[in-house]
């Protein structure tokens, strides 16, 4: 069952096509990620999921509804959302940062707080100060509160940005963790490493539209490389899952 899909979108923002025909699906169970160079339009894609833009042709379901017939709060129930550079200097624990997750719910029900906080490897610091964080825990943080909805499908625009690699680890094993376990998951990601090595499905989106969509191994090759996003690259195999890394940029 699709939990989340794109039907033939397009956004214009200031006279200028920001997404252009963008059809996608994503399935229960299903890791996908969404790459593409700065700008292509990743982010676009996930706030009409979201419902914080409408697109001006196309339409968005949930669960095989259209979004723009759910309200905000039906939304947040079903899905859980987290931006980029999403903020925490706030000044409240961790455990009252992560049961903000709950509020779509009106609740603070404490077992999916606990399991959102036991599934980042965070439990053991529930009662220190956000303030009292490194920027790496705090992305955990962030990922437990969004976990903490348990809405079954997550977006993710960039977790893992300015993390170490120890932290980018964490957070894709949570992330595949989950889609293992049922959830659907879409992140938009520019490590194309982790993203082939963590995900089902790659999305790529360049100047707008899909260019390309399926696994990894089959869909990242050297020509789509090339012109999508100008570089070559090496490759490899760890844990029988294909990963590439960067080499060179090309004109």
């Not at 025909?21 to 676009?44: D, F, Q, R, Y």
């Not at 669960?63 to 079903?78: C, H, K």
């Not at 070559?232 to 890394?245: I, N």
């Amino acid at each position: 069952m699709n939990r989340l899909e794109w039907r033939d979108v397009g956004l214009t923002r200031q006279g200028l096509a920001v997404l252009d025909g963008v059809s996608l699906s994503v399935a229960a169970g299903e890791m996908v990620g969404l790459i593409g160079p700065n700008g292509a339009g990743k982010t676009s894609l996930l706030r009409l999921a979201v419902g914080f833009d409408r697109p001006d042709q196309g339409e968005v379901l949930l669960d095989g509804q259209t979004l723009a017939a759910l309200g905000a709060a039906e939304r947040a129930r079903r899905l859980a959302y987290l931006p980029q550079q999403a903020e925490t200097a706030w000044p409240i624990t961790v455990r009252q940062a992560v049961a903000l997750g709950r509020l779509p719910h009106g609740d603070s029900k404490a077992e999916p707080v606990q399991r959102a906080l036991e599934a980042v490897g965070m439990s053991h610091l529930a009662e220190r100060p956000l303030t009292r964080l490194s920027g790496g825990e705090r992305a955990l943080v962030l990922l437990a509160r969004a976990l903490a909805v348990e809405a079954g499908l997550l977006l993710l625009d960039e977790p893992t940005a300015n993390l170490d690699p120890a932290h980018q680890l964490r957070v894709m094993e949570v992330l595949r963790s989950r889609a293992d376990q049922g959830d659907a998951v879409v992140v938009v990601m520019h490590d194309l490493s982790l993203a082939t090595r963590s995900c089902d499905r790659l999305a790529v989106v360049h100047q707008g539209k899909l260019a390309a969509d399926g696994a990894p191994a089959s869909i990242l090759d050297d020509p789509l490389l090339r012109d999508v996003f100008s570089i070559t690259v090496e490759r490899g195999q760890m844990e029988g899952r294909p990963f590439l890394v960067p080499a060179r940029w090309v004109a």
